[in-house]
């Protein structure tokens, strides 16, 4: 029993990280209709951006909150600059143009701060990447027999209440109803008075600081920073918002608990056959079972295509 | 009173024009229709005048000229579209539809609600979905909810862009009555773009006659039925 | 848009010029490995390899419009099976070649399964992941008997003991001569092959009449299959075709290095990313786009690997990558592409057309009288719908 709180525990607390990259995802998705390839570098960026802040001693609440602006800047300059002007011509374009993005912030990342793990005792000031939560040995939590470190448990707590304020935001609130509007029709929603080129910017630069939000937290839980971070957990956000739906934010966070769930139980319970390599190759089986069963995921709404 | 004038009206897409130089006027408290075969530019019109297309020309409402404002501004003006193919908002509810009509009203939610609660009672229908999502429903029900969307807003003209198309012949009575109940009582002014010369031409104080991009005839519904090569060109029979 | 000459497709003019196209090509590709300079040999061999793996994404992504980004597994398997065969099992190297072929086109034909039904971005998801998982799937402790596992296979090429050098096609020894010279040139010439071999493939394909039902797909799904297309059976063999195109590039890989280790480059999620780098920067939808795209990937390549030091990089340039430590090479990549979907979206083989059909324009031949050339605008120029 303990065994199994354990793995649900770690499960939860790493889903969180993949459910804010999916609702991240899934906003720019359920906008706009294009997949963010960039999406990871763009927290990752956002992420160095607070670990430099460490580093110059700013306190963690502080940087948090210039990584998030950062995130949000970075997101709506995309969406503006370089999506905006292409997606007139191709949704291929804008991926090409996310994949372009997505190639450069790493890069960017790599020039600037090398690619090395840190912080590093050789070059950095801190010892670990700040976290939000406390981190002692002694910061737990005991549940049945299990432990639930409260760095971990925080995470989760923080995704759960962020998809409530969401939750609000999209459905009680004049802001969320332009989105939706602009989701569902954004001819007319222009029609109605809705400054839709405002929508799509913000949409972007909150999807980028949401997922700015998981690069910071994910680092924390790690402890560390390094060019690969955000790869992975791309690819299990991705997972996660096709197994939710990629028009359900709800969906999406569900989704990205489910797969931290499963990708722990998996890996605890049969480490012969799962183990560290497989991992991602359980995503890959959501992923393609997802499609081959219910296309538009758990919660998402199917299209019907008009010829 | 004028409340909508175009001078000169250029408009199209990309390297083609539709409209050249188009001339129309609409006082307040009248409805005026445009008909025309398909291509004649009628939708481009439409399109042009609430600002969703580049322009070229003069447009004036109220006086102030709106042909280089945005489309919410246009809204802001008091000028409602209701788009060709209805526009609904397909996977939001019915209210939130009617919600999102009034979108760029200031006058705080308890005004918007009792609107709401106003349309609703003009269109029972909707009432009976509020809670349902709009592309569920039928056709019909679909153009009751893109008109009250537009009427939301509270504007002075609204913009119909062929109303009764692909609609049964008595859903599009219906609708025709409560625009001409909304003209009459109301002070409401429309301008409606219709391919069904028949039904449209009994309601409209001045119809025009589009042809490839230009007007070329104008006049009351009467004059434009009496004159013979007219009718039987463009209107029918 | 007036041009100084027109000329006649397929007339006298026309194939003149394909001749003369033809005899230049052929001299460059005949006096490199003639020459002194293994280096520049092993350049084209490298530019090879990835010119034969972006034709093959072409045909799927340029002509069919469906998005991989799992190529790099297919040329991954084409690269382990030439390591398992020769390594394990002793296989001449070149039987290997056909082997792969056909592993990789049926497991192409399975991937395109699902694609059926997905499009877009589910389906760049599902390849995406199949191109993560491959290198995974490699290390995988249940596999190590066969693939070797992390560390990978050795001697999984030509045997090449001094005294020995055989290089064996299908048990002729063709280059008997060719013992003194070393096995570099092989390599390139056996990549050139490769190349050759591609060529011809997808331009049959491109120029058959499976090559218009595949343009029928990416224009509209729904009516080319209410037309009589047999959708899946298409797709599936297009696939299926990709990918076991884009295996021969991997066997020549493991050939050259006489081994295979499981996070080289190109047989990872990189190596996928490349492929697309240099088929959008080449062109998309054209034959010759994934060339050019190759020979000026590498051309960059070579040039700026050295930049990481300050006193390599032009002086111009040198207050734009100077201050960073790693070399600028993917940098350049990326910000090409957001630049070429703003100037180019046809790549720069689009850009050449464009220049050139102000000198010369070829008139077509009269309706009814030729098959359907493929037009790239299609690509980039309509929505793809999701």
């Known amino acids: 029993m303990e065994r199994f709180l354990q793995y649900l525990f770690d499960g939860l607390s790493i889903g969180s990280v993949y459910a804010l990259m999916a609702l991240g995802l899934v906003i ?144 009680k609130s004049r802001a969320g109803l332009a989105m939706r509007a602009v989701a569902s029709n954004s001819e007319s929603a222009k029609l109605v008075g809705i400054r839709t080129h405002q929508v799509l910017m913000v949409s972007w630069g909150l999807a980028s600081a949401i997922g700015a939000l998981g690069g910071v937290v994910f680092a924390g839980i790690n402890g560390t920073v390094n060019l690969n971070l955000m790869f992975t957990v791309f690819i299990y956000g991705s997972a996660a918002a096709t197994l939710g739906g990629f028009d359900s934010p709800g969906g999406a966070v569900l989704g990205g608990l489910m797969i931290g769930v499963i990708e722990n139980m998996a890996a605890g319970y049969f480490p012969d056959w799962v183990g560290q390599e497989m991992k991602l190759g359980l995503a890959f089986v959501v992923i393609v079972g997802v499609l081959l069963v219910k296309p538009s995921g758990m919660f998402g709404t199917a299209k019907v295509e008009r010829v | 009173m004028t409340l909508l004038e175009t001078h000169d009206l250029t408009a199209g897409y990309g390297p083609i024009t539709v409209l050249h130089g188009l001339e129309l006027q609409v006082d307040e408290g009248e409805i005026v229709v445009i008909l025309g075969a398909n291509g004649a530019g009628k939708t481009t019109t439409m399109r042009a005048i609430s600002g969703v297309i580049p322009r070229h020309g003069s447009v004036t409402f109220e006086g102030r000229s709106i042909g280089r404002a945005s489309p919410d501004s246009i809204v802001r003006h008091g000028l409602a579209q209701v788009p060709q193919g209805r526009g609904t908002f397909p996977e939001l509810s019915v209210e939130d539809n009617m919600k999102c009509g009034a979108y760029v009203r200031r006058d705080g939610s308890a005004a918007i609600a009792a609107d709401v609660k106003r349309w609703f009672g003009t269109f029972p229908r909707l009432a009976e979905r509020r809670n349902q999502r709009a592309g569920s429903l039928s056709g019909g029900e679909q153009q009751m909810l893109a008109i009250a969307r537009a009427l939301m807003s509270r504007p002075k003209l609204l913009l119909c862009d062929e109303p009764s198309l692909g609609l049964a012949p008595l859903i599009t009575q219906e609708l025709f009555a409560v625009l001409e109940h909304l003209n009459r009582d109301e002070g409401l002014s429309v301008l409606l773009v219709e391919q069904n010369a028949n039904l449209a031409m009994h309601m409209a104080s001045r119809v025009y006659l589009l042809e490839t991009g230009r007007v070329v005839a104008t006049g009351t519904g009467e004059e434009l039925s009496a004159d013979d090569t007219i009718r039987k060109a463009y209107l029918g029979f | 848009m007036k041009s100084l000459f027109t000329i006649k497709s397929g007339g006298p003019a026309s194939w003149a010029l394909r001749v003369v196209a033809a005899v230049v090509i052929g001299a460059v590709v005949l006096t490199v490995p003639t020459g002194d300079s293994y280096p520049l040999m092993n350049q084209f061999t490298t530019a090879f390899m990835l010119m034969a793996a972006a034709m093959s994404l072409n045909l799927l992504l340029g002509y069919t419009g469906q998005i991989s980004l799992g190529h790099s597994a297919f040329f991954g398997i084409g690269a382990y099976a030439t390591g398992v065969f020769v390594s394990r099992y002793g296989w001449s190297p070149m039987w290997t070649f056909p082997a792969a072929f056909v592993i990789a086109f049926v497991v192409g034909a399975l991937v395109s399964l699902p694609a059926l039904r997905i499009k877009g971005v589910y389906l760049a998801l599902v390849t995406l992941s199949l191109a993560l998982v491959f290198p995974q799937f490699i290390k995988w402790r249940k596999l190590t008997w066969l693939t070797g596992g992390p560390r990978g296979l050795d001697k999984a090429g030509f045997n090449f003991g001094r005294k020995n050098r055989t290089y064996e096609i299908f048990g002729h020894d063709f280059f008997g001569d060719m013992r003194g010279q070393g096995a570099i040139p092989f390599f390139y010439w056996v ?108 051309l960059v390549v070579e040039i700026t690997g050295d930049w990481s030091n300050e006193d390599n990089i032009p002086g111009l340039l040198r207050p734009l990558f100077s201050w960073s430590s790693t070399p600028p090479g993917t940098g350049i990549f990326a910000i090409s592409l957001i630049v070429l979907m703003f100037v180019a979206p046809f790549g720069l083989l689009g850009l050449l057309k464009k220049w050139t059909a102000r000198l010369v324009s070829v008139r077509p031949k009269p309706a009814g009288t030729t098959t359907i050339e493929f037009t790239s605008s299609a690509l980039v120029a309509e929505d793809a719908s999701t």
């Not at chain 3, 997808?202 to 797909?217: D, E, H, M, Y």
């Not at chain 3, 076991?244 to 280790?261: D, F, W």
Request: aromatic share 10%; charged share 10%.
């Open chain 1, 28 to 171: 720019i998705y359920r906008g706009t209709g294009h997949l963010n390839f960039a999406q990871g570098e763009m927290a990752l960026f956002s992420t160095y951006v607070v670990y430099q802040m460490g580093e110059w001693g700013i306190p963690i609440g502080i940087a948090l909150i210039i990584g998030l602006a950062v995130g949000f800047l970075i997101g709506a300059a995309t969406e503006v600059f370089l999506v905006r002007p292409v997606a007139k011509k191709s949704a291929f374009a804008v991926f090409i143009v996310t994949l372009g993005l997505f190639q450069g912030l790493n890069w960017l990342d790599s020039a600037i701060w090398g690619d090395q793990v840190l912080p590093n005792s050789a070059v950095s000031k801190q010892q670990q990447f700040p976290t939000l939560f406390p981190n002692k040995s002694t910061d737990f939590v005991r549940i049945l027999g299990a432990e639930w470190r409260l760095k971990y448990l925080g995470v989760l707590l923080l995704v759960l209440v962020l998809t409530a304020v969401m939750f609000l935001v999209f459905n």
């Open chain 3, 191 to 298: 990549a050139f092959a490769v190349v050759v071999i591609t060529y011809v493939v997808c331009r049959g394909v491109v120029k058959s009449r499976a090559g218009r039902a595949l343009i029928a797909i990416r224009d509209n799904e729904t009516a080319a299959a209410v037309m009589g297309v047999n959708v899946a059976v298409t797709k599936g063999l297009v696939f299926g075709i990709s990918a076991g195109l884009c295996a021969l590039p991997g066997c020549v890989s493991t050939i050259r290095t006489n081994n295979v280790v499981p996070d080289s480059a190109l047989i990872t999620v990189i190596g996928s990313i490349t492929f697309l780098i240099i088929m959008v920067i080449g062109g998309a939808g054209s034959l010759w786009g994934p060339i050019l795209g190759a020979g000026v990937y590498v």
